[in-house]
């Protein structure tokens, strides 16, 4: 065997070798998690920016972007960098408060569902005023989440043993206007559909306060935070 042949063969075994054992980027095939520009895909691929190019297995890296393409990635990209608000506001009337637990929480200002593609931080934001009727009224409210589209809702909970985050109490003379404001900060898990409520129940220390509501308002927004999560690139 000659010895150009040899090192002809011994090159063709090296490109198989070296795409045998080469680790994909992001789940493409087509891009080595080697490159220098491995992280920018990855970034575009966890922000929905581009999922693919043929098929999902392939990133296409030289082919080049017509302007309908660019128009798409650049849309994706506005997406991805500003915050998502969902906001409710609205009025319920009048309002039979639920007791304590475990009766079901009365449930306001309901956003809709939303998914995070990557790991993201969420900023809750929520107002709520209630007019006692002829009676005085005392209450609670907190926050809820739900991560089944709203089949079951969960309070937020911290400490140990766990406990609604916040649970502001409110009271108010018959006839009068109370309310209570909320806040709240955390991390939004990725690929999963959250809602986000503000549940209300009565507050039985306050003696006496045995009265409903006569009209409520109620305020909600959650904003989806482009905060990185702990694993770069995200």
């Known amino acids: ?32 998690s080697t490159s220098p520009f491995c992280p920018n895909v ?10 693919g190019c043929t098929s999902t297995t392939l990133y296409c890296p030289t082919d080049p972007v017509s302007r309908l393409a660019m128009a798409a990635f650049m849309n994706r990209i506005g997406k991805a960098l500003s915050p998502q608000i969902l ?17 079901p929480a009365l449930l306001v200002c309901i956003t809709d569902a939303t998914t995070a593609t990557y790991p993201r931080a969420v900023l809750l934001n929520a ?20 991560d089944d589209n709203g089949t079951t809702w969960q309070g937020i909970e911290e400490g140990n043993p766990p406990a609604p985050i916040g649970t502001p109490r409110a009271s ?8 209570v404001s909320l806040t709240y900060a955390g991390d939004l898990e990725p690929n999963v559909l959250f809602k986000f409520a503000i549940g209300i129940r009565r507050d ?6 045995t ?3 006569a ?20």
Not at 4 to 9: A, E, I
Not at 45 to 51: E, P, Q
């Open 172 to 179: 108010s003379a018959a006839n009068q206007w109370s309310g």
């Open 211 to 213: 009265g409903n509501f």
């Open 87 to 103: 906001k409710r506001t609205g009025g319920l009337g009048a309002t039979t408060l639920p007791g304590e637990s475990p009766d």
């Open 215 to 234: 009209a409520t308002r109620c305020q909600l927004t959650a904003t989806i935070l482009n905060a990185n999560g702990t694993t770069s690139p995200f």
């Open 127 to 146: 107002s709520f005023t209630g007019l006692a009727d002829a009676g005085a009224v005392a209450y609670r409210v907190f926050w809820l989440y739900s």
């Open 42 to 51: 990855e970034w575009l691929k966890n922000r929905a920016v581009t999922t």
């Open 204 to 209: 039985s220390v306050l003696t006496g306060t």
């Open 1 to 32: 065997m000659s010895s150009t042949l040899r090192f002809m063969m011994a090159a063709a075994f090296a490109v198989v070798a070296g795409n045998a054992y080469a680790l994909p980027c992001a789940g493409f095939t087509d891009v080595d």
